[in-house]
């Protein structure tokens, strides 16, 4: 079993940044693959960025060039950088986790709560 809290959610302006922080408990962390996803009130959950256990990294192209996942497994936390944002990237940001990247992809095992992103316009 692995539980996630995610944190650094906020209010931003457009333009502005923000980091998402995913700590995870549970399991060993440095064997899962993480990611995140994002959820804008009136849509399907989507798909933002992952990354695996040895570092090889994908993301959506609306984010591409804006956002960074990274991780630390010293610290079982996976991180979000999210740069030059935008209204749209408005929603609830979700962290993810699986034993393999595909498997984030598709479906993940594990989900956090949620932190709420709002950016202004």
């Known amino acids: 079993q692995v539980q996630l809290v995610e944190s650094g959610g906020g209010l931003v302006q457009a333009g502005g940044s923000l980091r998402l922080s995913c700590a995870a408990s549970?399991?060993?962390?440095?064997?899962?693959?993480m990611g995140w996803f994002r959820q804008a009130p009136g849509k399907e959950r989507e798909f933002v960025a992952a990354i695996s256990w040895g570092g090889a990294r994908t993301y959506a192209d609306s984010v591409k060039g804006r956002f960074t996942i990274s991780r630390d497994n010293a610290k079982n936390t996976v991180y979000l950088q999210m740069n030059s944002l935008k209204p749209e990237d408005t929603a609830v940001y979700y962290c993810a986790a699986s034993g393999r990247l595909s498997t984030v992809l598709a479906g993940p095992d594990y989900w956090g709560q949620g932190t709420q992103v709002t950016v202004s316009s």
């Open positions: 549970g399991r060993t962390f440095s064997s899962f693959a």
